[in-house]
């Protein structure tokens, strides 16, 4: 059975930087695409970026272009979000999903990944 755990939430000033992960168990990464997704109190949950299988292609939600940067290292089993530039409207709950996929292409659709984490905090202070 695949498991994903994210790590490396905390607390950071506005401006700051986190490394999130992604650490799968019971499956290796390599057919899935992975998606990092966000839920703060009272929104919907938000797409924010993807990576395909490969690593080849990425989606990135308009309001973390340029901040964030996703990348995988499917030896480790692992993805990692890379998030710069911190915003107080970043702070939400993270998590990571997993999508089988037969092609290299990633989407921002909840209802396409099946494995999910159970999600790291991110606070971003003012």
């Known amino acids: 059975q695949l498991q994903l755990v994210e790590s490396g939430g905390g607390l950071v000033q506005p401006g700051g930087s986190l490394r999130l992960s992604c650490a799968a168990s019971?499956?290796?990464?390599?057919?899935?695409?992975i998606g990092w997704f966000r839920q703060a109190p009272g929104r919907e949950r938000e797409g924010v970026l993807c990576?395909?299988?490969?690593?080849?292609?990425?989606n990135y939600a308009d309001s973390v272009k340029g901040r964030f940067t996703i990348s995988r290292d499917n030896a480790k089993n692992t993805v990692y979000l890379q998030m710069n530039s911190l915003k107080p409207e970043d702070t939400a709950i993270y998590y990571c999903?997993?999508?089988?996929?037969?092609?290299?292409?990633?989407?921002?659709?909840?209802?396409?990944?099946?494995?999910w984490g159970q999600g790291t905090q991110v606070t971003v202070s003012s």
């Open positions: 990576i395909s299988k490969s690593g080849g292609r990425s």
């Open positions: 999903a997993a999508d089988l996929r037969v092609n290299d292409y990633c989407f921002l659709q909840a209802q396409l990944y099946e494995y």
């Open positions: 019971g499956f290796t990464l390599d057919s899935y695409a």
